[in-house]
């Protein structure tokens, strides 16, 4: 899952023949492996399993940037079932004694905004759920 998800969001910007999203693609998987591979080798965390370079997740960061990737740029219906896988490989990595919740948190979380910063929505148009004080419905977005 930690390769399938981003490799399936990548794979899907040659299929829509989305050069555009090709490029935000580079960014988002570039920052975030440079952002998770230097906050590993620089803070050095134990692993539960006493392994080292624990904090952040990578297998997760990696998931969760394919998932955010593919919610931003094509749309959060489409991104379901990659949280799902990207959810249990968070959950697969506390349960394996690799990483500490944290750990699998962090990732999560430099996955996705990795993602979300770089990726705009494919033809302008995106639908989002939206929660605010007591408020919930769902977000149409379009550019012209």
Do not use: C
């Not at 399938?4 to 910007?13: M, N, R, S, V």
């Not at 297998?59 to 219906?77: C, P």
């Not at 991104?79 to 919740?101: K, L, Q």
């Amino acid at each position: 899952m930690q390769i399938l998800i981003p490799a399936t969001a990548y794979g899907t910007t040659f299929y829509l023949d989305d050069t555009e999203g090709r490029t935000q693609f580079y960014k988002s998987f570039f920052t975030n492996l440079g952002v998770t591979y230097g906050l590993k080798y620089s803070i050095d965390k134990k692993r539960p399993n006493g392994g080292s370079h624990s904090f952040p997740s990578g297998h997760t960061s990696a998931a969760f940037q394919g998932a955010a990737f593919i919610h931003k740029r094509y749309g959060w219906k489409y991104s379901i079932p990659a949280y799902i896988g990207a959810a249990f490989v968070g959950y697969s990595r506390v349960e394996s004694d690799n990483h500490y919740t944290e750990d699998v948190l962090a990732g999560a979380a430099i996955g996705t905004i990795s993602s979300f910063y770089f990726t705009t929505p494919y033809k302008g148009v995106t639908i989002a759920p939206v929660a605010d004080r007591g408020y919930y419905g769902l977000a149409l977005n379009a550019e012209f």
